[in-house]
């Protein structure tokens, strides 16, 4: 290297004997890596921005003591980026499981509005279509990022609503103690004043965007002062040099987040709600929000699919209804007994033969295949073991929702019963799209033998599903109509009677 070149450099350079067998880009970019900067400002810049570590240079030929010295800091950085993915796998993990929750809330609140229950009725059609084409089960656990925002809205909505229960238990109290005393009257106007705040805070929120960090911004203010006075404390410049030669050498991506300054428009919901009054988009934006929120829903594209369901299942158990209807409004016991028995035979083909077709009717998404059960029923020889195995599960999971029916259900409970749906009705369709995907996809059907040893036992399952629907139709409040309600075809349901 040339004296014009050690007179450019100054003091960065360490000693170019180690690195004598490096070329001269190799010097500059070696040198750089394993020296510091010569000046504190140097050190804030690299602090400041998104400036990312520099990074490893890439040699030919490189010696003991700097290969060392890669290799240790290459091990640092490669833990540091260990523990990020670990990081950003449990926050992947958790976003997931909350936005499963809040898909389930959403279809358990769907599934009580009459009409819109279609809704939930066609996610599970698509639930079943997608692990019927796929075969994984994975794939039918849709919406968790759709989900997640309305698990962080029942999240926020829980919290900021425990102050004004709060202000509103004490009222009672003072309530029940004297009706007539200034504390009651206290209490009542505080809880007037609690509750205009938290409506007006949850206005605040939902105009400007509904995040997480919206609904606790009071609770932030002391927080990022208190980061504040730490960050001004870190700038100066002997605590920035000790900060990078500790903590910084061994993370220095976390250091260098931490140094960024946060905006106020992230997390401040009045300086949010000043710029979008200033620029004159608060409604706008919150209105294009929602939308696009629910556009990606598809409300649409569910309806069409929960629709064309109930009207297969009408089809398939309309038949049964009316033959038990007639026989239990009969006077003659002879035909009370024939037509029970006709009603008896028509539900166990319906129940028999329904989910073969409904699995087809996910797969092609055709209602004309609700007709075509000899086509259905021919793929029960390709896979009788796992078709067995959904009808188990089916009976075993919908013997509770046979047990809500014993007694009308206020109608302001009827979500509870929902989020018994679905949390019942999510595994069985799952795992008869599982067992359809096998059945449809095998290349040849099963040997005879191990066919006919499989049947009776589907025959004594479905059997059981005819037993517990006979029998609900003495035990529930809705009768004969319950057959139409069938629990494991149908949510709680569209068109119930006290819906």
């Not at 890596?33 to 990312?52: K, N, R, W």
């Not at 105009?207 to 404390?233: A, D, E, I, S």
Request: proline residues 6%; positive net charge.
């Amino acid at each position: 290297m040339s004296n014009r070149d050690d007179h450019r450099l100054g003091n960065q350079i360490p000693d170019v004997n180690s690195f004598s067998e490096l070329g001269r880009q190799d010097q500059i970019a070696t040198a750089v890596l394993v020296s510091l900067p010569a000046s504190p400002s140097s050190i804030a810049s690299d602090f400041g921005g998104s400036v990312q570590p520099p990074p490893f240079p890439i040699t030919n030929h490189v010696d003991v003591d700097s290969a060392g010295v890669v290799t240790a800091l290459f091990a640092e950085n490669r833990f540091e980026n260990f523990l990020l993915r670990v990081v950003g796998g449990v926050q992947s993990g958790f976003r997931w499981v909350g936005g499963m929750f809040g898909v389930g809330f959403l279809l358990a609140w769907l599934a009580t509005v009459p009409i819109v229950q279609f809704l939930t009725l066609g996610y599970f059609v698509e639930v079943t279509r997608r692990v019927a084409k796929s075969g994984r089960l994975r794939d039918g656990l849709l919406g968790a990022t759709e989900g997640w925002l309305v698990c962080k809205w029942m999240f926020g909505l829980a919290v900021t609503w425990l102050p004004l229960l709060a202000v509103s238990r004490m009222r009672y109290d003072a309530w029940l103690v004297d009706p007539l005393s200034t504390t009651y009257a206290s209490w009542r106007f505080w809880e007037f004043v609690v509750f205009g705040l938290t409506v007006v805070h949850w206005i605040g929120v939902g105009l400007t965007g509904g995040q997480l960090r919206h609904f606790f911004w009071p609770l932030l203010v002391p927080w990022y002062m208190m980061t504040g006075l730490v960050k001004r404390g870190l700038s100066i410049s002997w605590v920035q040099l000790l900060v990078e030669k500790t903590i910084g050498s061994i993370l220095p991506k976390t250091v260098a987040a931490y140094y960024r300054s946060v905006p106020l428009s992230n997390w401040f919901v009045p300086a949010v709600l000043w710029r979008h009054l200033w620029q004159g988009t608060l409604l706008s934006e919150s209105s294009d929000r929602f939308w696009n929120w629910v556009a990606r829903l598809r409300p649409g594209y569910y309806f069409s699919w929960g629709f064309g369901a109930f009207a297969g299942m009408l089809m398939w158990f309309v038949g049964p209804t009316l033959w038990l209807l007639i026989a239990t409004r009969a006077t003659n016991p002879a035909a009370e007994g024939i037509f029970f028995l006709l009603g008896l035979g028509h539900l166990f083909l319906s129940l028999q033969y329904y989910p073969l077709v409904h699995c087809r009717y996910c797969e092609t998404g055709r209602w004309r295949s609700y007709w075509q059960w000899r086509q259905a029923a021919c793929r029960y020889w390709y896979s009788p073991l796992r078709l067995c195995l959904a009808a188990a599960l089916a009976l075993v999971l919908t013997f509770p929702l046979w047990l809500t029916r014993i007694a009308m259900i206020p109608y302001e409970l009827w979500w509870l019963l929902s989020v018994a749906y679905v949390v019942l009705l999510g595994p069985v369709w799952l795992t008869w799209g599982w067992a359809w995907h096998h059945a449809a996809n095998k290349p040849r059907s099963t040997t005879w033998l191990w066919g006919l040893s499989w049947m009776p036992i589907f025959w004594a399952l479905i059997f059981g599903q005819v037993i517990m629907t006979v029998v609900s139709i003495y035990t529930s409040w809705q009768g004969v109509f319950n057959i139409l309600l069938h629990p494991t075809f149908n949510v709680p349901s569209p068109f119930s009677l006290n819906a």
